[in-house]
């Protein structure tokens, strides 16, 4: 059983930068390819970006495409991501996510695939 911690969230003006980081623990993080979600109030929770356990693919939504950078450590067993010139609308609950499977490049698109949710971490953009 894995369990996910997020941490990193806070309140941000408008342009600002934060790192977020998913530490996991109870097993081997290396197994997994990982994600981090989002959820603003009234809104679907909506896959940011994406990772596969061996690092060497990731995926980005539009909207954050060229801000984000989604990266691992698997010694550290920690996820990472760096959010740059954030706006209002980034505004959100980010989840952090993992998906076990024994494909290394193998990155998960679908939230229904996710096997292991951390709590949330609060990301609050405004001036």
């Known amino acids: 059983q894995v369990q996910l911690a997020e941490s990193g969230g806070a309140l941000v003006q408008p342009g600002g930068s934060l790192r977020l980081s998913c530490v996991a623990s109870?097993?081997?993080?290396?197994?997994?390819?990982a994600g981090w979600f989002r959820q603003a109030p009234g809104k679907e929770r909506e896959l940011v970006a994406a990772?596969?356990?061996?690092?060497?693919?990731?995926y980005y939504a539009d909207s954050v495409k060229g801000r984000f950078t989604i990266s691992r450590d698997n010694a550290k067993n920690t996820v990472y991501l760096q959010m740059n010139s954030l706006k209002p609308e980034d505004t959100a609950v980010y989840y952090c996510?993992?998906?076990?499977?024994?494909?290394?490049?193998?990155?998960?698109?679908?939230?229904?695939?996710?096997?292991?949710w951390g709590q949330g971490t609060q990301v609050t953009v405004s001036s």
């Open positions: 996510a993992a998906d076990f499977t024994f494909l290394p490049s193998k990155v998960t698109m679908s939230k229904d695939e996710y096997d292991y």
């Open positions: 990772i596969s356990w061996s690092g060497d693919n990731t």
């Open positions: 109870g097993g081997t993080f290396s197994a997994y390819a």
